[in-house]
């Protein structure tokens, strides 16, 4: 049976350590299991129960003192007389074990509650049943020490209860020649056993980005002694951590490096699940781009991970893949139906709530990029619901950060970053996860500041307080002549926009096509409409205006719903445009154009586009003119104006004070989360 629970060579758990914790819970079993046995309230002995459970289980860190008394005084039924004794007994312990003698007729007092009696007196713990083997583990750890060992344990205990909450905790070292703590000695307290300290510092160090603490101990905790065989078995555990931390920060050469050395240690060991994940997260490097390398997608194998499907699923998403939307969709099943088969297997729990919260959040930004936006966000507000706030949760601050984003887009800047800084969505972070969060505040401001032609403040401030883990690409928010490429489709696209605002866009016509095909092929919708209001820009310098008007028609009804607003403005412009240049009277031609001017005014206007705002009101002066409505001419004159100055304005400006106070509680967020 117990070798069924550790593999072959592995020593049984028989190391134990008196802590000062472990005094509180004998003199609590003491307490209601002999002196007060049979003299409690029920209601009082189940909370003492839970409590006990909870707390000799060790499962986590144990309590104070002073949260021991705390919660005992929670308990029911306090108002008891007897409760009311036990309580202030307790909280008298630390006062009857000032000195060494007296600590040790406490613990030889403990034998009476565990050890069997006479057939016709019923025993108050079972020696086998959980409180009497920790009972009788606690006394003959004791019995085990050394005078000096007890002094030593005596003084620890005083140091605890008065608030050094570090006093006794201290690893013990097992030396044969100085170890003096111990009166009698068994093979376990000869040679030190692995110790989860170095692993704790480890993972402190990867959730603070330490470099140094990090490494070292991860190094420390696998040279530890876990068997007593020459060779470890487990060096591949450490290198494969080694690459997960380098992957997390975007080090891929040297993940990469790392790898390959962990795949050649798993296949000497025969350590079959750990060279799947190892092949897993060499699949999950990205490729070379420069050789135009497809991603590697993963086969279904007995011990592949199901979250290595899913992240196949983010590989057919990016526009290099050229797949359509339809196989990301057929991956997500095979996912899933991966999960269950794990299930089956007993290799995961069916209510695993991790993979189950990433495959919805995959699924809700496939139901978005489909168009399904309402199905989206009830997805969104599921994850929202169970994901815990305040973590280090990938799936929590997804959600949040493609929200903020979304939000930002249409143009509610302050209310997007009112949600990257609320507490929640930073609180609990690591290093590497702050990192994706300072990113998208930076590129919310980058957003903004593109939008309001604030190119030199960008310049001057935004610009050299780019995250290092940031992937920004000018020409995502500014027409320039930068060599940095964009992906496929939205690299077209640029080429095309960037053609027509210098009055050629005639001359972009292959790219707008290619980049259409390319866009229906994989399902990328939003691009495909773009891609339709540029292509039906250029037709009208062909003069084909009614072509041009049926093109942008067929569009509508998705471009209306107002999830992208710079997407219905420039469609309602061009859309005006066409009607006018198509209209066969003049007068009917400007009264139909006019309501698609005056959203696409609108729409620009919430996105402070104060150039596009400008152009599209001085073209709704001269309808406005020419249908004789002299009021709404003048009105609009004067928001033209107002535009044209709020864009000189923002040209010329470089301070944005909101942004300043912004990046500086970013910067406070960095520090607090790295002086953890």
């Not at 004070?657 to 912004?662: G, P």
Request: charged content about 20%; glycine content about 4%; aromatic content about 10%.
């Amino acid at each position: 049976m117990v070798q069924g629970w550790y593999r072959p060579g592995t020593p049984l758990p028989v190391n134990h350590v008196l802590r000062p914790h472990h005094i509180d819970l004998v003199a609590i079993f003491l307490l209601v299991f002999k002196e007060f046995h049979n003299n409690l309230p029920s209601g009082f002995l189940l909370f003492i129960y839970r409590f006990l459970l909870y707390e000799v289980a060790e499962v986590v860190q144990p309590r104070t003192h002073q949260e021991i008394i705390s919660t005992l005084q929670t308990a029911p039924d306090t108002d008891n007389p007897n409760v009311r004794n036990l309580l202030l007994a307790l909280e008298a312990v630390p006062s009857q074990l000032t000195s060494a003698d007296q600590l040790s007729n406490f613990f030889h007092s403990s034998p009476a509650i565990f050890v069997e009696k006479a057939d016709d007196e019923p025993n108050i713990l079972a020696r086998r049943s959980i409180f009497g083997y920790f009972c009788r583990r606690c006394f003959v750890s004791f019995i085990k020490l050394s005078f000096y060992g007890v002094m030593q344990l005596q003084r620890d205990y005083q140091s605890w209860c008065t608030g050094d909450n570090q006093a006794g905790y201290s690893p013990v070292e097992k030396d044969p020649l100085t170890s003096d703590i111990w009166i009698f000695k068994t093979n376990s307290d000869l040679k030190s056993s692995a110790r989860p300290e170095p692993w704790e510092l480890w993972e402190k160090g990867l959730s603070t980005g330490d470099d140094v603490i990090g490494p070292e101990n991860l190094r420390r905790y696998f040279e530890q002694r876990f068997h007593d065989r020459n060779d470890s078995g487990i060096r591949q555990y450490a290198l494969f951590n080694l690459v997960r931390m380098h992957y997390v920060r975007k080090e891929y050469p040297a993940a990469r490096q790392l790898l390959q050395e962990a795949i050649t240690v798993a296949r000497t060991t025969g350590d079959r699940v750990t060279l799947q994940h190892c092949i897993s997260m060499l699949h999950r490097l990205p490729p070379d781009l420069s050789t135009n390398e497809m991603p590697l997608l993963n086969e279904i194998q007995p011990d592949l991970h199901p979250s290595e499907v899913l992240f196949d699923v983010a590989k057919l998403l990016q526009p290099q893949s050229g797949q359509p939307l339809t196989l990301c969709f057929e991956k997500l099943a095979q996912a899933n139906g991966l999960f269950d088969h794990w299930v089956d297997l007993r290799k995961a729990a069916s209510c695993e709530l991790e993979y189950e919260l990433t495959s919805i959040v995959l699924l809700a930004f496939l139901d978005r990029f489909a168009g399904c936006h309402d199905l989206a966000a009830t997805e969104e507000s599921f994850i929202l619901a169970f994901a815990t706030a305040g973590e280090n949760d990938p799936n929590h601050l997804n959600v949040v950060l493609n929200r903020a984003y979304r939000v930002a887009r249409a143009g509610s800047y302050e209310i997007a970053l009112a949600q990257l800084l609320h507490p929640e969505t930073w609180r609990g972070l690591s290093l590497d996860r702050y990192q994706d969060w300072a990113t998208m505040i930076w590129h919310v401001l980058a957003l903004r500041c593109s939008r309001r032609s604030q190119r030199r403040f960008f310049r001057d401030f935004l610009l050299p307080r780019q995250p290092t883990s940031s992937t920004f690409v000018s020409k995502e928010y500014f027409f320039d002549d930068s060599i940095a490429q964009l992906l496929p489709i939205s690299g077209e696209l640029h080429q095309v926009m960037h053609a027509r605002r210098r009055g050629q866009a005639v001359t972009a016509i292959q790219p707008l096509l290619q980049s259409l095909w390319h866009a229906e092929f994989q399902g990328r919708f939003p691009l495909y409409r773009v891609g339709t209001i540029l292509l039906a820009d250029i037709g009208l310098e062909f003069g084909m205006t009614k072509h041009c008007k049926r093109l942008l028609e067929g569009i509508l009804p998705q471009v209306l719903t107002g999830h992208e607003l710079e997407h219905r403005a420039f469609a309602c412009y061009t859309l005006a445009r066409c009607i006018i240049a198509a209209s066969d009277t003049k007068e009917a031609g400007l009264r139909d154009a006019l309501p698609h001017l005056l959203m696409a005014e609108a729409d620009y206007s919430q996105l402070s586009m104060f150039e596009a705002t400008s152009d599209v009101q001085w073209l709704l002066r001269v309808v406005f003119h020419n249908l004789g409505m002299k009021a709404d001419e003048e009105a609009v004159l004067e928001r033209y104006a107002t535009s044209v100055s709020a864009m000189r304005t923002s040209e010329e400006c470089t301070v944005d004070e909101e942004a300043q106070q912004v990046w500086d509680v970013v910067t406070d967020v960095g520090l607090s989360l790295a002086a953890r």
